[in-house]
């Protein structure tokens, strides 16, 4: 038996009935992961069980069934996502079988991924950065227009290229399941300054600690589109509409925006190489043609590995060319 130290004293704390123990632990853990990823990882694991049920397999996910079901599914989707479907079948399956882990990093299932994606092996396509070009085209098109959700859009676009936002750090997911109003930007959140502006972004699933961070931008920035002032522009016309509601980001009917919203008006200007991710891919390449040291643009980005280099689109010697030209004139 472990005895305490005497000097050690705790606080007189009640003791919970078993009953409220696993209600607290599976509020817990229903929490572990954002509803999101539980949504891709739910998907993951039908497909799993389909699979067993159509080819007459226990349940028990075994270095055979995982092989089985990856060379299976890699007929049907790349084989990229089946790997990324099996790390969801894990997290589904461990608390009935706490050996799947183990048996999804076996030698056997291991080489059956690295098979399948050589064999069914396709180029990565990505959407197209945007660019300051693209950003001009649509602050031009729409000119001074009154038009609160042109005001919203063009804010939402400059800030999240410059910021280098998610595309759902700015706006809602189309499915009302998914809709969190925990990760809502808060209007009085705003700080304005004379040189910068700010506003605090709530946690998200890639933020390990949920703590969030505060996005600052400077009011003059190295390029030639105002920022401040589209921002600016809108949080008026919000605030005018809207001036005791909490999100930041609200459309005319008094509803936060959703994806399908800001990809709508995209759409109006651009093909469909260009997506929500463009302006994240757009902000981190323009931050490198500027000759902004790569440790800046991780923190930036709030990268916490060196995959933000997949977001710098242009070649190496395009990239020293280009940063030899005068960025484009102003609006």
Known sequence: MINSSPSSRQPLRESWPRERLEHER?????????????????????????????????????????????VYMSHYIKPSSVDTYLSGICQQLEPFFPEVRKNRKSVLVHRTIAGCKRIKAIPTTRKRALTIDDLCLVLNNHGTTPNHDDLLFHAQLTIGFFALLRLGELTYPDNHNLQNPQKTTK???VE????SFQFFLPGHKADRFFEGNSIVLL???SSSIPVFQKFNNYLISRDKLFPYSSPLWLMSNGEIPTRSFFIRRLRHFFDADISGHSLRAGG?????????????IQAAGRWSSDSFQIYIRKNPILVHALMQTPLSQTI
């Open 192 to 195: 304005i300054s004379a040189t």
């Open 219 to 221: 009011k003059n920035n």
């Open 187 to 189: 209007r009085t959140s």
């Open 284 to 296: 981190a390449t323009w931050l490198a043609l500027t000759n902004t040291p790569p440790s800046i």
């Open 26 to 70: 599976a509020i817990a853990l229903g929490q572990s992961i954002d509803s999101t990823t539980w949504s891709n990882y739910s998907s993951a694991l039908n497909s799993y069980l389909d699979f067993v049920k159509k080819h007459n397999f226990p349940v028990d996910p075994t270095p055979d069934t995982l092989s089985f079901y990856t």
